[in-house]
Each structure stands twice: as structure tokens, then as C-alpha cells.
Nanobody
Framework: QGQPVESGGGLVQAGGSLRLSCATSRTILSVFTESTLGWYRQAPGKERELVASIIGGRPNYADSVKGRFTISSDNVKRTVHLQMNSLKPEDTGLYFC??????????WGQGTQVTVSS
């Protein structure tokens, strides 16, 4: 219950764009604004890695996606988005939304697949 739900993945050619969305259900506003919301990805045979996170409107990015990806959150809809531009084949992976609450609880979505063809 209350797990994030991702959407927006797909197949795109290198240089293309995708926008991922994550809905965090049943989250009251004060908890949402004090939560850390993040996008992680896991490529086949590799460990899950943090791509971007946001807390209180302040974003952080992995070096590999800086300047190409933008994370944003919508307090009214309790959603977090990841705009991905200039996609590269190495961006391919299963993208997970993480909702880390101010109480230390981690909630994970089931993931959405992003595949970038060369």
C-alpha cells in the first residue's frame, strides 16, 4: 500500500527524449514536501544507481546526467517527474521511483523500462 507508481518509459533513439512520472499516493502535503524523492536506474548486470533526487525543491543529479535530465516535483499532485533529454544508449535500464519519507521509510515503485537504441 502506498507504493509509488511509475509511468512514461519506452523505446527511444539516441538523442531523443522521454518524461518519466511517479505518483506517490496517500501522501499528505507536509510529508511530501519533507520527503526525498529520487529516480534510480538499474542496467542489466549492474547495481542500482541514483540518477536524480529532489527535496524541498532542491535537485541533485548524478554526474552522468547533469545538463540532460531534469527532476521536478508537483506538491499539489504529489508527483515527481524526470525529463530526460539527449538520451544515450548507456541510459538504458529499469528506472525506479523512490520515496524516502522524513520518518526514514523507503518506498519503491516497480520500475519502468527505458531503452535507448543507437
Amino acid at each position: 500500500q502506498g507504493q509509488p507508481v511509475e509511468s512514461g518509459g519506452g523505446l527511444v533513439q539516441a538523442g531523443g527524449s522521454l518524461r518519466l512520472s511517479c505518483a506517490t499516493s496517500r501522501t499528505i502535503l507536509s510529508v511530501f514536501t519533507e520527503s526525498t524523492l529520487g529516480w534510480y536506474r538499474q542496467a542489466p548486470g549492474k547495481e542500482r544507481e541514483l540518477v536524480a533526487s529532489i527535496i524541498g525543491g532542491r535537485p541533485n543529479y548524478a554526474d552522468s546526467v547533469k545538463g540532460r535530465f531534469t527532476i521536478s516535483s508537483d506538491n499539489v499532485k504529489r508527483t515527481v517527474h524526470l525529463q530526460m533529454n539527449s538520451l544515450k544508449p548507456e541510459d538504458t535500464g529499469l528506472y525506479f521511483c523512490n520515496h524516502h519519507t522524513p520518518y526514514g521509510v523507503d518506498k519503491w515503485g516497480q520500475g519502468t523500462q527505458v531503452t535507448v537504441s543507437s
